[in-house]
C-alpha cells in the first residue's frame, strides 16, 4: 500500500472510530516564505542531508539525487523529514510547524543533533574493530611461538606453569581425595588456551587447592604450669575459662586423638572475650585466626561460593585456615549473636556443620568441592547476650559466661595492664608519671559505666596524652596523678553513680537490672490516688514488664484483706506505676517483687527500707521464681551503696560466683515469698507476713489490719524502726 500525504490537517472531531476512524478535520495554511535566507537554509540542509547519508547506512544514496531535485521548500523538508531515522515524536514535531523558515531551520539542529551521534557511533565502531584485530594479531603470534617453541623443543608458559603446579601438588602432601581433584584440574588447565577465562578460573581454584594446610599443623604445648603462667600474666580473673583450657591441655596430654572443644565466651563488651581467645592460642602454641561474623546474612560467606561464579571464593572458614597456615588452629568466630538472615541464605544453618564435632570432620566448602578436617580445630565464639544465638547452633557449643568485673578487679587489670601499656603507647617512661590507686578507683567509678575495662583504657591514654602536652611544653616530670588532679586532666565527671539514698520512702522499692554493660539498680515508684481502678504505667518497659506489674496487682488485690488494705480500694483508686529514666527501654520479669513491693508500701502508706534492694519474678500466688544475671546485680547494689539485697532462694548456686569481698560488704539474704520480702523490706511487719504457704500456695493469715491513711507513716515511723 502506497499513502501520499496531501494536505496537514487538524483533528477537530471523532465522528467515528469503527470499523475505521472518520474524523473532522481543519486544514493547515502553510506559510510560505521566499528570499536569500530561505535559500540558504534549503544549500544548507541539502548539504546536511548528504553527509547525513554517507554516515548513516540505513538511508540509501540514490535518496540524495531525488532531493536534490526537489525545489519547493516546505516539500523538501517534509521529504528529508521522512527519510530521517528518528523517533516518530521528532517526525511529528516537524510535521506541526506551518512555517517552511521554521520546519527548515528545526530540521537544520536536528540533522546536526543526529550526525553528532553518528560520527560518535563510527569512532566507537572504529576503535572495536581495531582492537578486535589486535587481538588476532596476538593470537595469531601466540601460536606462531609456541610452534616455533615445539620445534626447538622448549616448553611454553602454560607447560612451565603445570610443571610448577605439579611439583607443589607434590610437596603439599595432599589427602588421595585431594590429590586426584588436583591432578584432574591440572590436566584440564593443560589442555586450555593461556588466555582462556576458564583457564584463569582453574588457576586460581589449584592455587587454593594446594595452599591449604592439608598436613601442616603445630604442636601443642602440653605443659599445663607453662599454659597456666601465661594466661594469668595476659589476663587478671576468669578462673572458669582458665580452668577449662587446663582441662583440655590435661586431657590432650593423656590422650593424642582429641576433638577440639568449641567455646562460646558470653559476656558484655569490653571484658576480654576476643584477647582472652588470642591467650588461649599462645598458652597451647597454636596458631591464631580470628573473623567476625557480625552482620553476615549470606550463607556462603561461611561455605564459599560455586565455582560457576564470576569472583567466587572459598568461604570464611577455609580463608582462615590458608590464613593460619595450620590446620589446628585457636580459630575465632566474633560476634556470633550478630548473624543475620535473608533471601541469600542462613549462615547460622551453614554454621552447624562447622561447629558440630560429629560432622567438621567433612567440611563441604562448595568453591573448594572436597571436604577439609576441622576436627582439629579449637573453635572459639563470643558473644554478648545468649538469646540471639539460634537454639541448634547453640546447643553445639560449651556457654562460658565472663561477667562483668568488679571495681577492685578493675583496678588491678588497670595496674597490670592497663597503665603501662598507654604509658608506652603515649611516648611517656613509667617514672614521668605516677598515678596513685584512689585515683584510678575514681576513674573507674565516675568517669567509666560499664562491665568490662575498655571505656577506662580510653580514659587513662586521654589522661596520658594531657600529661604528655604538659611535659613537652615544660613542665617537670615526675607528674604525679591523685584524686584532686583527676578533674583537671579529665574534666568533670560524666557519670554521677547511682547511690542509693538509704532514705525509706513511701511507695518507691529499689530494684536490681541486669544490661548488656552489666548491672544497674532501678527505682521502682507507685502512687495511689483517687479514681475508678485504672492502672497506669510507665517508663517505657516492655511487655514482660507490663505484664509483670499486672500481676503484682493482682497478688496484692488477692491478698488486700491480710495486707490491711480495703477489698475494694481497686473501684476507688487509680494506681500509677512508674520506673524512672523514661527514654531508657526497660524489659524483663525479675522486678516482680519491687513492683509489689512499692505497690503495698502506697497503698499501706509504709515507708520501704532504704537499704535494701531486691530482684525476683512473682507469681500470682506470691512464689519467687529465679533470675539471671545474680553477679552482675549484686555487684550493682556493691556499687550504688547498698547494705542488703534479697534475692529468690533458687539462686543460692548462683551466689558462689559473687566475689568474697562483695559478699563480705553486703547482706545477701534469700527468700521464696512475697511475705518474706514485705516483712524484711518494710519499716513495720505486715499483719500476715511471714505465716506459713501451704502445698496449694494458699496463705493462711488469721490476723488484718485496717487501711492506714495519709501521713500515718510519719506518726509513727519511730515505733516502727524500733519494730523492724
Not at 510535521?95 to 553518528?118: C, K, Q, T
Not at 547511690?499 to 529499689?510: Q, R, W
Not at 480500694?569 to 526497660?586: L, N, Q, S, T
Request: glycine fraction near 8%.
Amino acid at each position: 500500500v502506497l499513502v501520499e500525504g496531501l494536505q496537514r490537517v487538524r483533528i477537530e472531531e471523532f465522528v467515528e472510530t469503527e470499523p475505521c476512524f472518520r474524523v473532522q478535520v481543519e486544514e493547515i495554511a502553510e506559510i510560505e516564505e521566499e528570499g536569500p535566507e530561505i535559500e540558504a537554509l534549503i544549500r544548507t540542509v541539502q548539504d546536511q542531508f548528504a553527509e547525513y547519508v554517507k554516515l548513516s547506512r540505513k538511508v540509501p544514496s540514490e535518496v540524495i539525487v531525488a532531493i536534490n531535485s526537489i525545489n519547493e521548500p516546505g516539500r523538501l523538508a517534509d521529504t528529508i523529514s521522512a527519510q530521517l531515522v528518528v523517533a516518530v515524536e521528532k517526525k511529528q514535531a516537524l510535521l506541526e510547524i506551518p512555517s517552511v523558515r521554521e520546519r527548515l531551520e528545526e530540521l537544520v539542529l536536528l540533522l546536526g543533533s543526529e550526525m553528532e551521534i553518528l560520527q560518535l557511533e563510527k569512532k566507537i565502531h572504529v576503535r572495536v574493530r581495531k582492537q578486535l584485530e589486535k587481538n588476532q594479531k596476538e593470537y595469531y603470534l601466540r601460536e606462531q611461538m609456541r610452534a616455533i617453541q615445539k620445534e626447538l623443543g622448549e616448553k611454553d608458559a602454560i607447560a612451565t606453569e603445570v610443571e610448577e603446579f605439579k611439583e607443589r601438588i607434590e610437596k603439599a602432601k595432599l589427602p588421595k581425595h585431594v590429590r586426584e581433584q588436583a591432578l584432574h584440574e591440572l590436566g584440564r588447565l593443560e589442555k586450555m588456551p593461556p588466555m582462556a577465562a576458564e583457564a584463569v578460573v582453574v588457576r586460581t581454584y589449584l592455587d587454593w587447592l594446594v595452599s591449604l594446610p592439608w598436613s601442616k599443623e603445630t604442636r601443642d604445648r602440653l605443659d599445663i604450669a607453662v599454659a597456666e603462667d601465661i594466661l594469668d600474666e595476659d589476663h587478671y580473673g576468669l578462673e572458669k575459662v582458665k580452668e577449662r583450657i587446663l582441662e583440655f591441655l590435661a586431657v590432650r596430654h593423656l590422650t593424642k586423638k582429641m576433638k577440639g572443644p568449641i567455646l562460646c565466651l558470653v559476656g558484655p563488651p569490653g571484658v576480654g572475650k576476643t584477647s582472652l581467645a588470642r591467650s588461649i592460642a599462645r598458652a597451647l602454641g597454636r596458631k591464631f585466626v580470628r573473623f567476625s561474623l557480625g552482620g553476615v546474612r549470606d550463607e556462603a560467606e561461611i561455605r564459599g561460593h560455586r565455582r560457576t561464579y564470576i569472583g567466587a571464593m572459598p568461604g570464611k572458614v577455609i580463608q582462615a585456615l590458608k590464613q593460619a597456615g595450620s590446620r589446628n588452629p585457636v580459630m575465632l568466630l566474633d560476634e556470633i549473636d550478630k548473624m543475620s538472615m535473608d533471601f541469600r541464605g542462613d549462615p547460622a544453618s551453614a554454621l552447624l556443620e562447622v561447629l558440630d564435632p560429629e560432622q567438621n570432620s567433612n567440611f563441604g566448602d562448595h568453591y573448594m568441592e572436597v571436604t577439609f578436617d576441622l576436627s582439629n580445630v579449637f573453635f572459639i565464639t563470643t558473644a554478648n547476650v545468649i538469646h540471639n544465638i539460634p537454639r541448634p547452633l547453640l546447643d553445639r557449643m560449651e556457654v562460658i559466661q565472663l561477667p562483668g568485673y568488679t571495681e577492685e578487679e578493675k583496678l588491678e587489670i588497670a595496674k597490670r595492664h592497663l597503665w603501662g601499656k598507654q604509658v608506652a603507647a603515649n611516648g611517656l617512661k613509667e617514672d614521668q608519671i605516677i598515678i596513685s590507686d584512689k585515683a584510678i578507683q575514681k576513674i573507674i567509678a565516675q568517669y567509666t559505666r560499664e562491665a568490662g575495662v575498655r571505656n577506662l583504657e580510653r580514659e587513662l591514654g586521654a589522661m596520658c596524652r594531657k600529661v604528655a602536652k604538659e611535659i613537652v611544653q615544660g613542665e617537670e616530670p615526675p607528674i604525679r596523678v591523685n584524686v584532686n588532679s583527676i578533674e583537671k586532666l579529665l574534666g568533670s565527671p560524666r557519670f554521677l553513680r547511682t547511690v542509693s539514698e538509704g532514705e525509706s520512702k513511701v511507695g518507691v522499692a529499689t530494684g536490681l537490672a541486669y544490661t548488656q554493660v552489666g548491672g544497674d539498680i532501678l527505682s521502682i515508684e507507685a502512687t495511689v490516688m483517687p479514681g475508678k481502678g485504672q492502672l497506669i504505667i510507665t517508663g517505657q518497659l516492655g511487655d514482660v514488664m507490663r505484664e509483670s506489674a499486672q500481676a503484682s496487682l493482682s497478688y496484692v488485690r488477692s491478698r488486700a484483706a491480710q495486707l490491711g488494705i480495703p477489698v475494694d480500694f481497686y473501684e476507688k483508686h487509680d494506681i500509677h506505676i512508674h520506673v524512672p529514666e523514661g527514654a531508657i527501654p526497660k524489659d524483663g520479669p525479675s522486678a516482680g517483687i519491687t513492683m509489689t513491693t512499692a505497690l503495698v508500701s502506697a497503698l499501706t502508706g509504709r515507708p520501704v527500707l532504704g537499704e535494701v534492694a531486691m530482684t525476683g519474678e512473682i507469681t500470682l500466688r506470691g512464689r519467687i521464681l529465679p533470675i539471671g544475671g545474680v553477679k552482675e546485680k549484686v555487684l550493682a547494689a556493691h556499687r550504688a551503696g547498698i547494705k542488703r539485697v534479697l534475692l529468690p532462694e533458687e539462686n543460692e548456686k548462683d551466689l558462689e560466683d559473687i566475689p568474697a569481698n562483695v559478699r563480705k560488704k553486703i547482706e545477701i539474704e534469700l527468700v521464696d515469698h512475697m511475705d518474706l520480702v514485705l516483712e524484711k523490706a518494710l519499716l513495720a511487719p505486715i499483719p500476715g507476713a511471714g505465716v506459713d504457704v501451704d502445698d496449694s500456695g494458699d496463705i493462711e493469715s488469721e490476723a488484718s489490719m485496717p487501711f492506714l491513711p495519709p501521713g500515718f507513716e510519719q506518726r509513727s515511723q519511730q515505733q516502727w524502726v524500733g519494730n523492724s
